[in-house]
């Protein structure tokens, strides 16, 4: 493991998805997971969203639209509040979704637009 990588993937792995977020997925760590979370900290989030040539809000609306494509939906509502965090609008995330459901499908579109919904209603009770 890279250090320095590991490191700056700690860093925009807490700004972009919450400092709670990350501190309950690392707590669940253990030797069997351990692995797989420093592999998920040092190369998605150091050495890909650690990279300059794309802004984090572009990074976060292709990663709803893949995520959206891939039927990821635990996925799909951590990043949107990621997205948010990133400063997409939520119209924008509506525009990401229309995308996704001509593009990859009506019921991909659906899902998204779903999970999309209950994710803003539980932000606008907080």
């Known amino acids: 493991m890279d250090k320095t990588t590991h490191d700056k993937g700690l860093e925009i792995r807490k700004a972009v998805m919450g400092e709670a977020f990350v501190t309950n997925a690392l ?3 253990d030797d069997f997971n351990k692995p797989f979370q420093e592999l998920v900290t ?3 989030w150091g050495a890909i969203w650690g990279r300059e040539e794309l802004p984090r809000r572009t990074r976060s609306m292709l ?3 893949m995520l959206s494509i891939l039927n990821r939906p635990n996925e799909l509502r951590a990043h949107l509040r990621g ?6 609008t939520r ?3 509506r525009e990401v979704l ?3 459901a001509i593009y990859a ?3 991909a579109g659906v899902d ?9 209603a539980e932000l606008d009770k907080a």
């Open 98 to 100: 229309m995308r996704v």
């Open 105 to 107: 499908g009506v019921p």
């Open 91 to 93: 119209s924008e995330i």
């Open 112 to 120: 998204s637009f779903r999970i999309a919904r209950e994710v803003f």
């Open 63 to 65: 990663n709803l639209a």
């Open 42 to 44: 040092e190369y998605c």
């Open 27 to 29: 707590k669940n760590v």
């Open 83 to 88: 997205a948010l965090t990133n400063g997409v």
